[in-house]
């Protein structure tokens, strides 16, 4: 069996697999966000919900099982990503950084001048593999409730 990894649209039929690899993927951060990762309210359900009021889906497939998988959204003139979501068993192979060039290249699909993100303050290698990308940090802001900012946005335009 061939280990050629495919990306994809992702549609309505395949919000369970959506929410099930972000559920796998973000299991490591259970306890380490305050607050909790909206991820882990995330179901089929709501991503069928997120899907039909206009956000996309990406998926990586291989060997026919999905691996991954990143939700995009159009916001302030630009695509942003969020729930960036590599299988634990499929990381280590550039995957989440071809997840993040699909969704580059959809942006300039779209005619877009930029791609958006937000990461936590405390996951510092997260922040680390999008600078490395060409983010850069644009704001910090505190989630509801929270004096000190928790999360930082980030944006890297394209040319």
Known sequence: MSDTLVLRPGSAADAAAI???IAASFAQY???LVPESGAFRETAATIASELQRGARAIVAEQ????VG????EEKEGDLYFGRLSVLPSARGQGLAKRLIEAVE???RRR???GVRLGVRVVLTDNQRLFQA???RETSREAHPGFDHPTSINMRKPLP
């Open 19 to 21: 929410a099930a690899v």
């Open 30 to 32: 259970r306890g380490r």
């Open 63 to 66: 060997n026919g099982e999905m």
């Open 69 to 72: 998988c990143v939700l995009v």
């Open 105 to 107: 290249a959809e942006a």
């Open 111 to 113: 005619g877009l001048s």
């Open 133 to 135: 990308l060409g983010y």
